[in-house]
């Protein structure tokens, strides 16, 4: 199973990125899918989750900016992130939950800077 992170990149605060997430590799269904991110020098936080069944979860600190969607089909997910802040500056990582086994993508870089 892999997972391709894309749509990384640097904007200045107040803009907008689109972040996806291809799951390859599988045939199951991805229970559950998501988003992580890791600032220098922290630890890896969660940014946003979505089930098979379209519920999504956001970290207090994105609630209202970032959006989390699937693909129609369905091995795709989606991160709309807007109002972008400097704190908002990490990797980002894709994950997804796939017959109770969690895989990993290799993340892409976001810098939210003037």
């Known amino acids: 199973v892999q997972l391709q992170a894309s749509g990384g990149g640097l904007v200045q605060p107040g803009g907008s990125l689109r972040l996806s997430c291809t799951v390859s590799?599988?045939?199951?269904?991805?229970?559950?899918m998501g988003w992580y991110r890791q600032a220098p020098g922290k630890q890896r936080e969660l940014v946003a989750t979505?089930?098979?069944?379209?519920?999504?979860n956001y970290a207090d600190s994105v609630k209202g900016r970032f959006s989390i969607s699937r693909g129609n089909a369905r091995n795709t997910v989606y991160l709309l992130m807007n109002s972008l802040r400097s704190e908002d500056t990490g990797v980002y990582y894709c994950?997804?939950?796939?017959?109770?086994?969690?895989?990993w993508g290799h993340g892409t870089q976001v810098t939210v800077s003037s």
């Open positions: 590799g599988s045939s199951f269904d991805m229970s559950l």
């Open positions: 994950n997804a939950v796939i017959r109770s086994l969690t895989f």
């Open positions: 979505i089930t098979s069944g379209r519920y999504s």
